[in-house]
């Protein structure tokens, strides 16, 4: 009878454990900005939330067989990017001089690893070459031509920029233009914090920037600390925002830093960090999981196009507030 | 008896007052790294004390005319720009393809604007352009050609890059590009922090960069949050060093954390960020003044080209450890 008892107790510890080291979430955003229901087609929310869906599946599906948060983050993010749907790789925004400009970076949270890049026109995958960046350059962050001539070095194809440019987004650039403003109030970006079963974070992001952006501009996205961080002992976030009051507030980190220093939830950071943006003029949201798989998908627009899958099967895909 | 006791106690306030309104104080750096004093001459050594000198006096006359901070952050720079001595502005280090390419970075502490720019090679002045980026641009941080474009609608004159290589660095390339490194070992970079007498912080960085760096790498320098930071509130920061380590760790924002959040003095802040650094791989250092003038000159290399003056006068010139 005793011996049976200490057979269960090795039974359920062993099970604890197994639980334990199956834990794995992932999260995602589609943008933040003046996304209003009546503006809405149910038609056009159904595919985006479907999008959503497919995207949150894909990762979940890695990480539920073992894979690692970096694979789930690119794979996640490149299917992204490859929807006209966002803001990020095929389907970005126009420059004001009719070209896609994109912007991306990566960041592991076991080693600190970081991989970004700015104002490449040629890349179909921005994330992937950010990523290339991180693991086979020994810089963190490339620009231009000069990042797709790394990109080429290293068996990239080059497409032509026309290929990633949408009929949405030339009109969307031609009614901006009209108005002579930057000002779109929606901030199109993509992006992704994974947690994988060994409790490593990644957290990437990818964007065309904005609509009508002249100056080779560089928003948040690539800078590691306001677009994107991880740290294994904190969390991991990706913003979507105004990304000049993103870089001024360096929101990424900003959270992170409230975790480590002021021992307050992830959710109470990033309301801190948001308030802080709103304060200045800016908006926008942030997505993120800490290091104990608490997911917040946090904003102080009308929408973010969110979603979170646990490795339970909880799941919660939104737009609205 | 009474009256002239009161006479004397408002006139002791009033001085007091004066005194505390006349409070002002900068910090310098010209440049972190393997500086050591027995590759140096002694009038070599010589030379750079003096300019450092200068610098800070440019900076202290500004100030103690009841100057802003920012001017005086923007007047220092600029002449240490137009040493050859130190990598930035004229005498940058040289990219892989023998061009100066300039990075450079602006931030005030009274409404956290900021402005920066990366890979400008037609710019005298590169701390300049940062500053009207912030203050005549919707953007905090532009690039290459785009930010020559917008520099010449604001009446920047572009010059040709020829002029700003000197043979020296010329030299250093040839004899890397021998050695087939990208690692330096001595990280130039320029670097100012000033507090004006009314409390306003101002940080400034610019940069050439690494010698024989490829691809439009950028660095720490134009990132606000890792090269530079300024806040009211804490303090503000000025990196020099590996810049790919201080993005990783966001190294200019995690001082200002530490104040902000965990209550520590700006001295044992940047040394916890600079021992994040050293844990990565890293090395470097940083300057910084907080909203109390305590200032600090940290660094975990062998020297850094480096000086503060305060308003009382109290003046320190170092380069080793």
């Known amino acids: 009878m005793k011996l049976s008892k200490f ?9 604890s454990c197994n639980q334990d080291n199956d834990r794995f979430a992932i999260v995602i955003h589609g943008g933040a900005g003046t996304i209003l229901k009546k503006n809405m087609s149910d038609e056009m929310e159904k595919e985006y939330k479907i999008k959503l869906e497919e995207a949150l599946n894909i990762g979940h599906s890695i990480l539920r067989e073992n894979g690692k948060s970096i ?70 962050f490339l620009s231009g031509l000069g990042a797709e001539k790394f990109a080429l070095s290293k068996g990239f194809e080059l497409i032509s920029n026309e290929n990633l440019i949408t009929e949405k987004r030339l009109k969307s650039l031609k009614n901006i233009k009209k108005r002579d403003s930057i000002i779109d109030n929606k901030f199109g970006t993509v992006g992704c914090v994974a947690v994988d079963k060994n409790g490593n974070i990644t957290s990437g992001t990818s964007t065309g920037g904005m609509t009508n952006k002249k100056w ?45 220093y002021n021992k307050i939830s992830i959710k109470n950071a990033a309301k ?4 802080k943006v709103k304060k200045l003029g800016g908006s926008g949201g942030v997505i993120g999981i800490d290091k104990d798989l608490n997911i917040i998908m946090e904003f102080n627009t009308e929408g973010m196009y969110r979603g979170f899958k646990k490795y339970n099967g909880e799941t919660e895909i939104k737009i609205y507030k």
């Not at 057979?7 to 099970?15: K, S, T, V």
């Not at 040629?122 to 992937?128: G, R």
């Not at 801190?272 to 308030?275: A, C, I, M």
Request: one cysteine or more; aromatic letters at 8%.
């Open 71 to 140: 694979d789930a983050v690119e794979a996640v993010i490149k299917f992204l990017e490859d929807s006209e749907l966002f803001n990020a790789g095929k389907g970005s925004v126009l420059s004001n001089n009719e070209e896609v400009e994109m912007d991306a970076s990566i960041m592991r949270g076991d080693n600190l690893n970081a991989g970004a890049i700015s104002g490449v026109k040629q890349i179909k995958n921005p994330i992937k070459l950010a990523r290339k960046v991180m693991e086979e350059s020994d810089h963190v």
């Open 216 to 260: 080779n501009r560089i928003g948040d996205v690539p800078i590691i600390g306001a677009g994107t961080y991880a740290n294994n002992e904190t969390c991991g976030i990706s913003s979507t925002g105004w990304g000049e009051f993103f870089i001024r507030n360096v929101v990424a980190y900003d959270i992170s830093a409230q975790i480590e």
């Open 272 to 275: 801190n960090t948001l308030e």
């Open 7 to 15: 057979y269960y107790a090795i039974l359920f510890f062993l099970i």
